[in-house]
Nanobody, 118 residues
């Protein structure tokens, strides 16, 4: 069974930094797309950053220049380095990946809370 396990959330003051990590485990052939989404209270889930297998990155306008996404294909992990955090970044952050077992399927992590105090 494929699982995505996140770590690294927490409470930080505005201007601070946090690093989120997500590891894929289980039996699978390959990982295509990996990304991070977030959902604030009473808001829709939104894409924060993504990185497909070719390594090209994509960011939401609100986080460009502050967040950096990276992946380690050997370890099946994706990391989100978040700098200059703002209270508006407060949300539950979810790891997302498109993984090939017998077919490609989309998987979600359980979510990790990020709270930025002003």
């Amino acid at each position: 069974q494929v699982q995505l396990v996140e770590s690294g959330g927490g409470l930080v003051q505005a201007g601070g930094s946090l690093r989120l990590s997500c590891a894929a485990s289980g039996r699978f052939f390959s990982i295509n797309y990996m990304g991070w989404y977030r959902q604030a209270p009473e808001k829709q889930r939104e894409l924060v950053a993504s990185i497909p297998s070719d390594g090209r990155t994509n960011y939401a306008d609100s986080v460009k220049g502050r967040f950096t996404i990276s992946r380690d294909n050997a370890k099946n992990t994706v990391t989100l380095q978040m700098n200059s955090l703002e209270p508006e970044d407060t949300a539950v952050y979810y790891c997302n990946a498109r993984i090939r077992t017998t077919l490609y399927n989309t998987y979600w992590g359980q979510g990790t809370q990020v709270t930025v105090s002003s």
